[in-house]
């Protein structure tokens, strides 16, 4: 308690020295407090001990592996709202939708970068912000992808896309959180309002609505299962 600012505190837990020291370093740098497990007893431990801002997990783990410690940190009312980004093994949608099932808040697949990381930690602390107006939320610009809230005008590679209320509000959540996953219910939640009515199965009408008129289908991707994403690198990509 006081004004004095606590660093915010990261758990990581992953066996593999390099990636964990390697994130150490760039996490340290962005002024967390980094505390490492390299096995899973010992990071749940560590994640009941310090209650972290945020725990980062790695899936293959001797002990427990990262399902067990994220659903045990799910369970467990002290801890059950931490934010947790899993690190999963290239494309393993199984996985994937597994953590996220679990209540993971997001995931990031082997290879990553730092930077990379770096986003989705980000992006993943400040979502608890969405509904607040406290960080610009009306105007979002992904690679050639713009939605502005003020000329409520969407446009993508310098074309309008001519969206509904509706649709317009998905995509601007979307493009304010590039590379995130979006389960269909938090889509729900951030197109309800000023007299919008959504049901839930409507994300996927919608999503399909959005998808030909950006006339762009790689641009958001379908996590099966869970939801959407979308992608900031084929926003970024010139078209040949
Ligand atoms: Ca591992």
Do not use: W
């Amino acid at each position: 308690m006081g004004s004095i600012e606590m660093r915010p505190k990261v758990v990581l837990v992953e066996d593999e020295t390099d990636i964990s020291e390697a994130l150490g370093y760039s996490l340290r740098a962005e002024g967390y407090d980094v505390l490492i497990a390299d096995e899973g007893y010992r990071g749940l431990d560590l994640i009941k001990r310090n209650r972290p801002r945020i725990a980062i997990l790695d899936i293959m783990l001797p002990g427990i592996d990262g399902f067990e410690i994220c659903r045990r940190v799910r369970a467990d009312i002290a801890t059950k709202d931490i934010p947790i980004i899993m690190l999963t093994a290239k494309d393993e949608q199984t996985d994937i939708v597994l953590g996220l099932g679990l209540g993971a808040d997001d995931y990031i697949t082997k290879p990553f970068s730092t930077a990379q990381l770096l986003a989705r930690l980000r992006a993943v602390l400040g979502r608890g912000k969405l509904a607040s107006d406290d960080e610009n939320p009306d105007y979002a610009e992904v690679g050639e992808l713009i939605v502005d809230k003020e000329r409520y005008e969407a446009t993508f590679r310098g074309r309008r896309l001519g969206l509904t209320a509706t649709e317009f509000r998905i995509l601007l959540a979307m493009a304010l959180r590039p590379d995130c996953v979006f389960r269909r219910d938090e889509l729900l939640n951030s197109s309800v309002g000023e007299g919008v009515f959504v049901i839930d199965r409507n994300i996927d009408v919608h999503m399909r609505s959005i998808r030909k008129k950006l006339g762009c289908h790689k641009l958001i991707t379908t996590i099966r299962g869970v939801g959407y994403r979308l992608e900031s690198s084929e926003a970024a990509a010139r078209q040949a």
